[in-house]
């Protein structure tokens, strides 16, 4: 087993699912704008699924008329909508089985109970890593099956080492 790898390198594609949104708050919020504040100052852009990019899209009221947060986020480059993967790749289908097996058999759900938005996450960050986008992937949702699913699956793709989980929560506290 390698040295773990530094997610503020050089190389590391920060993915995030719509909980680490969702935990910050409105735009407005002291933890919305730390989060933006350390992607900023980290240069940093957390790559979202667009199914995430979807769950997020309705402004929530208090938000600035006619612009949600997430696009503010989009405009102001600290996140980026990922393209739809690729299902023909092998790679990406197979993350994506894996992941959602690995969640429905920690959870103790039925696999079509899954949410969608958790494989995509996984299939994002495998397509990434498999066309050389990044070195490294740092996986960040307040979903620990979700998380741990991701990096297993991804671990059993051949990227073993090269994806990190990091809870969303934590991330939160530790920058606010």
Not at 39 to 45: D, E, G, W
Request: charged content about 20%.
């Amino acid at each position: 087993m390698s040295e773990p790898f530094d997610p503020m390198q050089e190389g590391v594609v920060w993915a995030a699912d719509t909980g680490l949104f969702v935990a910050c708050g409105r735009q407005q919020n002291n933890k919305y704008t730390a989060l933006g504040r350390f992607a900023q100052r980290n240069a940093i852009s957390f790559v979202i699924p667009q199914r995430v990019y979807h769950e997020l899209g309705g402004a929530p009221e208090g938000s600035t008329p006619g612009q949600t947060p997430i696009n503010s986020a989009i405009e102001t480059g600290w996140v980026t909508v990922a393209d739809e993967p690729d299902y023909t790749n092998g790679t990406v289908s197979q993350v994506m089985d894996d992941v959602r097996t690995f969640i429905a058999q920690s959870s103790n759900r039925r696999e079509d109970q899954i949410e969608k938005a958790d494989t995509a996450l996984g299939a994002v960050v495998a397509e990434h890593l498999d066309v050389g986008n990044g070195k490294f992937a740092c996986v960040v949702t307040t979903d620990i099956d979700a998380g741990e699913g991701i990096v297993s699956a991804l671990s059993r793709s051949g990227f073993d080492d090269c994806v990190r989980f990091k809870n969303g929560f934590e991330l939160i506290e530790e920058i606010t």
